[in-house]
């Protein structure tokens, strides 16, 4: 069993950044493929970007291209969210989870049903 917790949420400024960390208990994040999802009120929760474990292979969706990076701590048991120039359209809850589903598509992590574990989500607000 894995439990998953994301931190680092706050409000901040249009054009301010952030990093939320994603830590783990029970098992270390790097045997995993982990994402980064997010909710804004009134819409689905949606895919940020991917990290598969290995560490090797990213990704991230249009809207946050250039702004936003997945990375792995050195003791790879935390994932890290950096957020640059943000803007008010990236106000949501932001979700870590991980994945023991090991597929040869990025593309299945794109999607909720490709995790097992999931954060209780922290809240990001940008201001404008």
């Known amino acids: 069993q894995v439990q998953v917790v994301e931190s680092g949420g706050g409000l901040v400024q249009a054009g301010g950044s952030l990093r939320l960390p994603c830590a783990a208990s029970?098992?270390?994040?790097?045997?995993?493929?982990n994402g980064w999802f997010r909710q804004a009120p009134g819409k689905e929760r949606e895919v940020v970007g991917v990290?598969?474990?290995?560490?090797?292979?990213?990704y991230y969706t249009d809207s946050v291209k250039g702004r936003f990076t997945i990375s792995r701590g050195n003791a790879k048991n935390t994932v890290y969210l950096q957020m640059k120039s943000l803007k008010p359209e990236d106000t949501a809850v932001y979700y870590c989870?991980?994945?023991?589903?090991?597929?040869?598509?990025?593309?299945?992590?794109?999607?909720?049903?490709?995790?097992?574990?999931w954060g209780q989500g922290t809240q990001v607000t940008v201001s404008s």
């Open positions: 029970g098992r270390t994040l790097g045997t995993y493929n």
């Open positions: 990290v598969h474990w290995s560490g090797g292979i990213r």
């Open positions: 989870a991980a994945s023991g589903k090991f597929h040869s598509s990025i593309g299945f992590y794109k999607g909720i049903s490709g995790y097992d574990y």
